[in-house]
């Protein structure tokens, strides 16, 4: 799932690429993936990208005239940059991987894409971004939030601090990967408890979310779409990395189920060399 530093970095290409290109059409081939209907897809054409950026893991498209397209590429989308298209006859509804795709002027233009059955990939046509729902409940940002806000946040919700760390609506940006890669480099436990957290330990929270989203920023910054994959996966310590070695300690990385999915961790960096217990396993035999 594309989270702060991969948004962020398709961002910054559709800067680079899209910005002053005119919009020719805006097809939508998953109906159910345009949540909006006011203003229509048509009232897009014609008008010029003047920007691109993010709130938390959306990706914001802003036309001039301050038409936003608002996207949360979920867990299986993503979005592909194409210098040309190799048709011009509409998109089929229903056919490929395609959910939405933007022509531009110059014949270039991005398909936003969702593979898999799962169609969770949602994009807003609007006049103000804070109109989506999920970007009116955002925290502040994770990568920009200062010390005193971001121990706030974190303390003001009681609970494991892999799920608040998560939860979009404490802070904004982090997922599933890289809250286990900040969790790693701040040696803290996934199911430590946030409001027993000491000053310390959420310095050291705060440190590690610049410094492992600051890194991962830095790394994807100037990639290409196709590349950030592989970019993101070749940063990681112990996330998607059970039964390796940590590259910190030596010890091997461990894994531990974690809500509808499953966490990754260091039992020597993090959790004082023991074993987290599988709560839905024991569950099973207790
Ligand atoms: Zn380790």
């Known amino acids: 799932m594309p989270e702060l530093p991969e948004v962020e970095a398709l961002a910054g290409y559709l800067r680079q690429r899209a910005v002053g290109r005119r919009v020719d059409r805006m097809e939508i081939a998953t109906i159910s993936a ?11 054409s014609g008008r010029a990208v003047v920007g691109a950026g993010r709130h938390g893991k959306f990706l914001d498209v802003i036309f001039d005239g301050g038409l936003h397209l608002v996207v949360h590429l979920a867990r299986a989308g993503w979005l592909h940059y194409r210098e040309a ?18 022509r531009l002027d110059d014949g270039s233009g991005f398909d936003l894409t969702e593979a898999g059955t799962q169609k969770k990939l ?6 103000d971004p804070a109109l989506v729902p999920g970007v009116a409940k955002l925290g502040p940002d994770a990568l920009a939030a200062d010390l005193a806000t971001f ?17 979009q609506t404490v802070l904004s940006g982090v997922g599933n990967a890289y809250s286990d890669e900040i969790l790693h ?16 330990q959420l310095a050291a929270l705060h440190a590690a979310t610049r410094q492992v989203l600051g890194d991962a920023v830095a790394r994807s910054a100037g990639q290409r779409a196709a590349e950030l994959k592989a970019e993101k996966r070749s940063g990681l310590k112990v996330h998607a990395r059970k039964g390796l070695p940590c590259p910190v300690c030596g010890d091997t990385v461990r894994e531990v189920s974690f809500a509808d999915s499953s966490l990754q961790y260091c039992p020597t960096c993090q959790t004082g060399g023991k074993p987290l217990a599988d709560r839905r396993l024991s569950r099973l035999v207790r």
């Open 34 to 44: 345009l949540k909006t209907y006011d203003p229509a897809p048509t009232a897009v």
């Open 85 to 102: 298209f190799p048709s011009t006859a509409p998109l089929r509804p229903g056919k490929g991987p395609v959910a939405l795709r933007v």
């Open 122 to 127: 949602a994009a807003y046509l609007v006049t």
């Open 151 to 167: 121990s706030d946040r974190i303390r003001g919700r009681r609970g494991q601090v892999k799920g608040v760390l998560t939860d």
């Open 185 to 200: 480099a701040a040696k803290l436990s996934p199911f430590a408890i946030t409001d027993r957290l000491s000053d310390d």
